[in-house]
């Protein structure tokens, strides 16, 4: 290039260029070669990641990719902030360039992830997060345990809406009696028997939205898919006893299998409707052994054998002293 023409420059790239003189007479200076890096491009965001479903705090996915082809991306500059613009902890990789950002959440909602390359552009990039939480939640002295993610495949959640908290809770506590009514405590009763105690309980489970237009929630009744959970015995019925579990549900009654552990503490049952359940215990009493009366029975064994030797040989003697007063006489 020359008679003071300048190179112009536009693309983001790398250019190189070269640069001579020539004077009117015709001489031609040394040439000088520039390399020019144009970059006014803000770096590159995987656009797949931009809505994330954790459950129960997962770490999300594979992470959201970020890339820069011209000057690379400047990993000291990447920051996530949650919709309160608190920053959020990050977990950064590298490989041939691009960056891998993944991040732990609890609750959704709306996440701010920014970057820059080399250059000084600025990435900003918004992330929807869908949060699924379950959890078990017991009072009064109950012990039980359910598995979170199968608790979130039993709930159908067909129905949230991006950037929303779903928490579904697992509530039991302990009933007593008089919290009853009539219909339902005769029940129970006649299904457990009249040799039986009944330890009751509820079990019910709740799913609360929240967003950005605050917070929703409403009791589910019944699962798409049963549940296990897994319940310690409260420790006053331990012991040798047979259990049955009863629910009544929808103003059914029935019996619900239960599986009862090796060491006796704890048991496992499977439902998909959540109302008033009765553990039934019956003490199970050792039957007394029959006692056997002796009586007199025939001889056996060698007493019997010698017996049979000596009426046999008396026997044999009388004929024997018979015949010889027969030929005597």
């Excluded at 705090?57 to 400047?74: E, F, H, K, N, Q």
């Excluded at 080399?118 to 939480?133: D, H, S």
């Excluded at 103003?251 to 299998?257: K, M, R, T, V, Y």
Aim: charged share 20%.
């Amino acid at each position: 290039m020359g008679n003071g023409n300048q190179p112009s420059i536009k693309e983001d790239g790398i250019w190189h260029v070269e640069i001579w003189l020539e004077d009117e007479a015709g001489n031609i200076s040394p040439s000088v070669t520039k390399t020019i890096m144009v970059d006014s491009t803000a770096p590159n965001a995987d656009s797949r990641e931009d809505h994330l479903v954790l459950r129960n705090g997962g770490v999300s996915g594979g992470g959201i990719s970020l890339d820069d082809a011209t000057s690379g991306i400047d990993p000291a500059t990447i920051r996530i902030q949650d919709p309160g613009m608190a920053a959020v902890a990050a977990q950064i990789r590298e490989k041939d360039g691009t960056y891998t950002c993944s991040f732990q959440v609890s609750s959704g909602g709306i996440y701010q992830l920014s970057c820059k390359d080399k250059a000084g552009n600025t990435l900003q990039f918004e992330i929807t997060v869908t949060a699924l939480n379950a959890s078990v939640n017991c009072t009064g002295g109950i012990q039980a345990d359910s598995d979170r993610d199968k608790l979130l495949e039993a709930v159908d959640l067909s129905g949230y809406n991006s950037g929303e908290t779903v928490n579904l809770l697992l509530n039991l506590s302990p009933l007593q009696a008089a919290q009853l009514d009539a219909r339902q405590n005769q029940e129970f009763q006649s299904l457990a028997g009249s040799e039986a105690d009944i330890y009751y309980f509820d079990a019910s489970m709740t799913r609360s939205m929240q967003n950005h237009d605050g917070q929703t929630e409403e009791a589910i009744s019944k699962l798409d898919n049963p549940i296990r959970i897994k319940l310690a015995i409260p420790q006053e019925i331990r012991g040798n006893y047979e259990y049955h579990l009863y629910r009544e549900h929808d103003g059914q009654f029935g019996e619900l299998p239960v599986n009862l552990e090796d060491d006796r503490e704890s048991l496992t049952f499977e439902t998909d409707g959540f109302s008033i359940y009765a553990l039934c215990y019956t003490e199970v009493k050792e039957q007394a052994r029959p006692v056997v009366k002796k009586t007199d029975a025939p001889p056996t064994g060698d007493g019997a054998n010698i017996a049979l030797f000596i009426i046999c040989t008396g026997l044999m003697l009388i004929l024997i002293l018979r015949i010889s007063y027969l030929k005597n006489k």
